[in-house]
C-alpha cells in the first residue's frame, strides 16, 4: 500500500516561513491534499490538488509537489497556525485514500 | 452551508457494535461520496473507507474488511458506518467527510466511540 511520510514536528518563529515535507514514491504524480487540525476539532482543508486553496484560506497557505516529494508551506507564520497537519493522497491502484502521520506545528 | 451533522458519543463493551450516522445538507447528497476517518487519542488520521451517495459502492481499509459496513440513506441525505467486533483499540473519534475531487472538502463534528469493559 502506498505510504506518506511526513516529520513528526516543525517549529518556526512567528513572521517567518513554515515549510512541512510529505514524502511518497513519485508523489509528484499524484494529487496532494493538505489538512490543518487544532486540538478539539475537527480537521479543515487548507490545500487540495497540490496548490489550490479553499475560500477563507489565507494565501499564507501555499503548496507544492514534484518527484517524490509535496511541500506546505506557511509564509508569515502566526500563532493561530500552530496546528497538526496532515498530507494525503488517493491511491488510485487500490481505490484507498491514504494520510500522512501527521507534522506538529509549534510557533515559537 | 454545506453541513454534515454526526450521532452523539457511544460506548459500548469489547465485542459489541456500533453504527454511527452522519446526516448531510446543503448540497446534492447523491452528487458525492462520503469517506470515514477515525483518529485514535493522540494519534493520526486514519482513512477507514469511502462509500458513493450515487449508487452504494463501497471500498474499505484493508485491515478493516469483514468488520466494517458503510452506507446510505438517500432519503434522508444521511451516511452510516458500521463497526462489529470492537475491540480496546477501536477507542477514537470517528469523522464522517464528503469527498470531492479525492480530498475531503467538508468534516462532520466528530464521534467519540469508546470500547471498554
Known amino acids: 500500500s502506498y505510504v506518506l511520510t511526513q516529520p513528526p514536528s516543525v517549529s518556526v518563529a512567528p513572521g517567518k516561513t513554515a515549510r512541512i515535507t510529505c514524502g511518497g514514491n513519485n508523489i509528484g504524480s499524484k494529487s496532494v491534499h493538505w489538512y490543518q487540525q487544532k486540538p478539539g476539532q475537527a480537521p479543515v482543508l487548507v490545500i487540495y490538488?497540490?496548490?489550490d486553496r479553499p475560500s477563507g484560506i489565507p494565501e499564507r497557505f501555499s503548496g507544492s509537489n514534484s518527484g517524490n516529494t509535496a511541500t506546505l508551506t506557511i509564509s508569515r507564520v502566526e500563532a493561530g497556525d500552530e496546528a497538526d497537519y496532515y498530507c494525503q493522497v488517493w491511491d488510485s491502484s487500490s481505490d484507498r485514500g491514504v494520510f500522512g502521520g501527521g507534522t506538529k506545528l509549534t510557533v515559537l | 452551508q454545506v453541513q454534515l451533522v454526526q450521532s452523539g458519543a457511544e460506548v459500548k463493551k469489547p465485542g459489541a457494535s456500533v453504527k454511527v450516522s452522519c446526516k448531510a445538507s446543503?448540497?446534492?447528497?447523491?452528487?458525492?461520496?462520503i469517506s470515514w476517518v477515525r483518529q485514535a487519542p493522540g494519534q493520526g488520521l486514519e482513512w477507514m473507507g469511502w462509500?458513493?451517495?450515487?449508487?452504494?459502492?463501497?471500498n474499505y481499509a484493508q485491515k478493516l474488511q469483514g468488520r466494517v459496513t458503510m452506507t446510505t440513506d438517500t432519503s434522508t441525505s444521511t451516511a452510516y458506518m458500521e463497526l462489529r467486533s470492537l475491540r480496546s483499540d477501536d477507542t477514537a473519534v470517528y469523522y464522517c467527510?464528503?469527498?470531492?475531487?479525492?480530498?475531503?472538502?467538508?468534516w462532520g463534528q466528530g464521534t467519540l466511540v469508546t470500547v471498554s469493559s
Open positions: 490538488y497540490d496548490s
Open positions: 467527510a464528503r469527498i470531492s475531487g479525492w480530498s475531503f472538502d467538508y
Open positions: 462509500i458513493s451517495a450515487y449508487n452504494g459502492n463501497t
Open positions: 446543503g448540497y446534492t447528497f447523491t452528487s458525492y461520496g
